[in-house]
Structure formats: structure tokens, C-alpha cells
């Protein structure tokens, strides 16, 4: 018997030491020292053993189970250690490997004129004022001296939602807003970018939507010097001392006196190309002072109170500045286009 469980013994333990697994490992400790197991089955013939030898057979069995289960939790700590080292190979990163480059967007050409064009007022004392682009028929036209049936109406071919309700064809409403959030009192300086729809056919300089700025200041003895004077501060800050400017005379039923300025066509220096329609200028805005009727609706005293309004179209500008010829580059999202204005910032 002292024998037997001797060869138990040697043989559990080399298997043990060949075990390459947890689950073999597992099945082997079953077998050995499970009640089903050899040893179990050994000890079961102890009682045909005299009294003196069973204690000694009892404590050689206790023996054999111990060295079996101390060899079997050395090889589990073994396998575990080594289960965790070929995971910890397998994961290793190579933080010396260079890195992937991250693709960085930038500013849309729009979005930095727009910001250039705030910044220049800002610097001028002017606040920003938003407007909705669902406008009301009363603010896009009426409240800007343009009642139901007016001519003038046709100027800007709009997108109706119902008879009172269209997109905004300009930025001018928030003009009408912003006087009447002021109650008749002065004074008003504020700068207004947002979009605006008109049915235009797209070309190379019209889009159906597009961005104006609008510009208005409403105080006690505004002029049209005033107007003349912050129209050439903007223009030379935005396109140089060296562009040329001209102002011609013009009609918008919301100001009276109205102006036109046009900037010298950077695209061909003057002489005429598709950009210019040849005529060697491009128009960037309307202005004009503020008309008495459209001060009066906004509840305005028009003998103690005048303005001066603009609204400029920021593509337009865009193209001279940058030297873009088709305005449709701005709404067609080619990257190639984009990535050029990446590389200023
Ligand atoms: C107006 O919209 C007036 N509300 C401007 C104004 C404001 C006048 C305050 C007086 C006082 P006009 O329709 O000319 O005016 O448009 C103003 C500017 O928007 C133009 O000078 C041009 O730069 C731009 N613009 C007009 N139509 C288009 C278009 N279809 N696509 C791109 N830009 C346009």
C-alpha cells in the first residue's frame, strides 16, 4: 500500500510538471485527489490494516495529497504568471512608432471675412444684432418703406412661405427690429451679418443664397459725410489704401439720399472679365440715409433723429479679397478649395 501511494505520488507529480494548461491542471487535480481518485480508493483498503499500521498509512496518505496539491498550486502560479506575460507581449505598444497625422479642418473662407468685417466695427464702436431669416412681409418690406404692391418690391425677387411670411431677402429687417426695440430713442450703432435668399439665377456672381452685412447708426446729427467717411475707413482697411472706390448714386426706397459702392476688380485690375461683368468694377454694397418715413414707422421724431444704413455682401468681398472668381466656390464644399485658407491661418 506504502508503495502504491508512493507511485501515486511520483506519478501525479509528473504529470503535473508536463501540464501545459489551467483546464489540464484542473482535470488532473480531480483525478488525483478527487473522492473518485486513486488515493481515495487506497485509503479505502486501510481497514483491513492492523490498528499500529493505520495511523502510519493515514499520515504517508496526508503526505502524498500535500506534495500532490503543493505542486499542483506552483504549477498555477507558473501558468498564471506566464498566461499574463504572453498577454502582455501580445499587447505591447511601440510608442516610439510615429504617430498618425490628424486631419485639421479650418475656417471657412466666409466665416474669416465675416470675422474680419465684425472685428473692423467692433473696433468702430458698433454691437452685433441677429434677425430671424423667416422674416415677416412687415419687416423685409413694409416697416422699410416698401407697402404692399411697391415697384421697388421686384428689386429683390423673394421666396414666400405664406402671404406674410418669406425669407429674408436682406439683412434691412433687423434694421426696422432694432429701431423699434429702441422705442424712438438714440443712439443706434450696430453691425447685422446673417443670411438671405433671393430667387436669382446662380452665376459667377449671384447666389440665391448668400451673406449680407447690414450696417445702421441712428443719433442726432448723423450725415452722409458720416456714412462717406466710415464706408472709406472700411473699404481701405479691408482691400488696401491702393484699391479704388466709387460711389454712384442710387435708389433703395429705405434711404434717401442711396449710394452704390463699387470696388476696382482685382481679377483683371480694372480692364474687364467675366468677374466684373467687364466693367472693371464690382458692386460690394447699397447705403443710404436712413429715409424719414422708415424712422417715423420705427417711432422715431425724424426732425431730431437721422441715420445712415449699409448692407454689403461678404461673397463679394470675399472674391476681391482673396481673388476668387466664381461665388459658387463657397457653396460647393470642395476641399481643395478650402484647404487653400488653412494655410494663412
Ligand atoms: C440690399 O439688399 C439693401 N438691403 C442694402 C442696403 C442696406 C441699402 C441699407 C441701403 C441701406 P442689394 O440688393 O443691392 O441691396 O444687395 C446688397 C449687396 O448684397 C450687393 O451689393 C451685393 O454685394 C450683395 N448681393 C445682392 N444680391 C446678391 C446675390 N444674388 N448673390 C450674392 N450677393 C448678392
Same mark, same amino acid.
Given at each position: 500500500?506504502?508503495?502504491?501511494?508512493?507511485?501515486?505520488?511520483?506519478?501525479?507529480?509528473?504529470?503535473?510538471?508536463?501540464?501545459?494548461?489551467?483546464?489540464?491542471?484542473?482535470?488532473?487535480?480531480?483525478?488525483?485527489?478527487?473522492?473518485?481518485?486513486? +488515493?481515495?480508493?487506497?485509503?479505502? #483498503? %486501510? /481497514?483491513?490494516?492492523? !490498528? &499500529?499500521?493505520?495511523? =502510519?498509512?493515514?499520515?504517508?496518505? *496526508?503526505?502524498?495529497?500535500?506534495?500532490?496539491?503543493?505542486?499542483?498550486?506552483?504549477?498555477?502560479?507558473?501558468?498564471?504568471?506566464?498566461?499574463?506575460?504572453?498577454?502582455?507581449?501580445?499587447?505591447?505598444?511601440?510608442?516610439?512608432?510615429?504617430?498618425?497625422?490628424?486631419?485639421?479642418?479650418?475656417?471657412?473662407?466666409?466665416?474669416?471675412?465675416?470675422?474680419? +468685417?465684425?472685428?473692423?466695427?467692433? #473696433? %468702430? /464702436?458698433?454691437?452685433? !444684432? &441677429?434677425?430671424?431669416? =423667416?422674416?415677416?412681409?412687415?419687416? *423685409?418690406?413694409?416697416?422699410?418703406?416698401?407697402?404692399?404692391?411697391?415697384?421697388?418690391?421686384?428689386?429683390?425677387?423673394?421666396?414666400?412661405?405664406?402671404?406674410?411670411?418669406?425669407?429674408?431677402?436682406?439683412?434691412?429687417?433687423?434694421?426696422?427690429?432694432?429701431?423699434?426695440?429702441?422705442?424712438?430713442?438714440?443712439?443706434?450703432?450696430?453691425?447685422?451679418?446673417?443670411?438671405?435668399?433671393?430667387?436669382?439665377?446662380?452665376?459667377?456672381?449671384?447666389?440665391?443664397?448668400?451673406?449680407?452685412?447690414?450696417?445702421?447708426?441712428?443719433?442726432?446729427?448723423?450725415?452722409?459725410?458720416?456714412?462717406?467717411?466710415?464706408?472709406?475707413?472700411?473699404?481701405?482697411?479691408?482691400?488696401?489704401?491702393?484699391?479704388?472706390?466709387?460711389?454712384?448714386?442710387?435708389?433703395?426706397?429705405?434711404?434717401?439720399?442711396?449710394?452704390?459702392?463699387?470696388?476696382?476688380?482685382?481679377?483683371?485690375?480694372?480692364?474687364?472679365?467675366?468677374?466684373?461683368?467687364?466693367?472693371?468694377?464690382?458692386?460690394?454694397?447699397?447705403?443710404?440715409?436712413?429715409?424719414?418715413?422708415?424712422?417715423?414707422?420705427?417711432?422715431?421724431?425724424?426732425?431730431?433723429?437721422?441715420?445712415?444704413?449699409?448692407?454689403?455682401?461678404?461673397?463679394?468681398?470675399?472674391?476681391?479679397?482673396?481673388?476668387?472668381?466664381?461665388?459658387?466656390?463657397?457653396?460647393?464644399?470642395?476641399?481643395?478649395?478650402?484647404?487653400?485658407?488653412?494655410?494663412?491661418?
Amino acid at each position: 500500500m506504502q508503495e502504491r501511494l508512493k507511485e501515486l505520488q511520483a506519478e501525479a507529480i509528473q504529470k503535473v510538471t508536463q501540464a501545459v494548461g489551467l483546464k489540464e491542471l484542473n482535470d488532473i487535480r480531480v483525478a488525483y485527489l478527487g473522492k473518485k481518485g486513486p +488515493i481515495t480508493e487506497v485509503l479505502r #483498503g %486501510m /481497514g483491513k490494516l492492523s !490498528a &499500529e499500521e493505520r495511523p =502510519v498509512m493515514g499520515a504517508l496518505a *496526508n503526505e502524498v495529497r500535500e506534495a500532490i496539491s503543493t505542486k499542483i498550486e506552483e504549477k498555477q502560479s507558473e501558468l498564471e504568471e506566464a498566461a499574463v506575460q504572453a498577454k502582455l507581449a501580445a499587447e505591447t505598444i511601440d510608442v516610439t512608432l510615429p504617430g498618425r497625422p490628424v486631419k485639421v479642418g479650418s475656417h471657412h473662407p466666409l466665416t474669416k471675412i465675416i470675422e474680419e +468685417i465684425e472685428d473692423l466695427f467692433i #473696433g %468702430m /464702436g458698433y454691437e452685433i !444684432a &441677429e434677425g430671424p431669416e =423667416v422674416e415677416q412681409d412687415y419687416y *423685409n418690406f413694409e416697416a422699410l418703406n416698401l407697402p404692399k404692391g411697391h415697384p421697388a418690391r421686384d428689386m429683390q425677387d423673394s421666396f414666400y412661405i405664406t402671404e406674410e411670411i418669406l425669407l429674408r431677402t436682406h439683412t434691412s429687417p433687423v434694421q426696422a427690429r432694432t429701431m423699434e426695440k429702441h422705442q424712438g430713442k438714440g443712439p443706434i450703432k450696430i453691425i447685422c451679418p446673417g443670411k438671405v435668399y433671393r430667387r436669382d439665377n446662380d452665376d459667377a456672381t449671384h447666389s440665391h443664397q448668400f451673406m449680407q452685412i447690414e450696417g445702421l447708426v441712428v443719433g442726432e446729427n448723423i450725415r452722409m459725410s458720416d456714412l462717406k467717411g466710415t464706408l472709406e475707413v472700411f473699404a481701405k482697411k479691408m482691400f488696401g489704401a491702393d484699391r479704388e472706390i466709387r460711389l454712384r448714386p442710387s435708389f433703395f426706397p429705405f434711404t434717401e439720399p442711396s449710394v452704390e459702392m463699387d470696388i476696382s476688380c482685382k481679377m483683371c485690375g480694372g480692364h474687364g472679365c467675366s468677374v466684373c461683368k467687364h466693367t472693371g468694377w464690382i458692386e460690394i454694397l447699397g447705403a443710404g440715409m436712413v429715409h424719414p418715413n422708415v424712422l417715423e414707422m420705427a417711432g422715431y421724431d425724424a426732425k431730431k433723429y437721422s441715420g445712415f444704413a449699409f448692407g454689403m455682401g461678404p461673397e463679394r468681398i470675399a472674391m476681391l479679397k482673396y481673388g476668387i472668381d466664381d461665388i459658387r466656390h463657397f457653396y460647393t464644399d470642395d476641399v481643395r478649395f478650402l484647404k487653400q485658407f488653412a494655410v494663412e491661418e
